[in-house]
């Protein structure tokens, strides 16, 4: 089992910057992925970034250029560094992990963090 806790989310203006963070606990040593989606109500959620094995990553093009994941693996965190908001990044934001046990891929969430761009 992985705990995920996250912090950081808030009301920003556009053009600011927010910094996601997700602190993971448990069977940490099960860990591959770790990455970052985000939901909007009524629509589906979305990848935002990943990265794998600590040398992959993966953006949504929509945030190439803007947003940063980067992983501490000392603290167990992964951050989500957020420059140049646009108001339609507004959305749920949520911190996922995927775990390999036993041969078969466990994903876990954390709880989410709301990001409001508006002026």
């Known amino acids: 089992q992985v705990q995920l806790v996250e912090s950081g989310g808030g009301l920003v203006q556009p053009g600011g910057s927010l910094r996601l963070s997700c602190a993971a606990s448990g069977s940490i040593f099960s860990i591959y992925a770790m990455g970052w989606y985000r939901q909007v109500p009524g629509k589906q959620r979305e990848l935002v970034a990943r990265t794998v094995n600590g040398d992959v990553t993966n953006y949504a093009d929509s945030v190439k250029g803007r947003f940063t994941i980067s992983r501490d693996n000392a603290k167990n965190t992964v951050y989500l560094q957020m420059n140049s908001l646009k108001p339609e990044d507004t959305a749920a934001y949520y911190c996922?992990?995927?775990?390999?046990?036993?041969?078969?891929?466990?994903?876990?969430w954390g709880q989410g963090s709301q990001v409001t761009v508006s002026s």
């Open positions: 996922k992990c995927s775990t390999v046990v036993a041969g078969e891929v466990v994903d876990y």
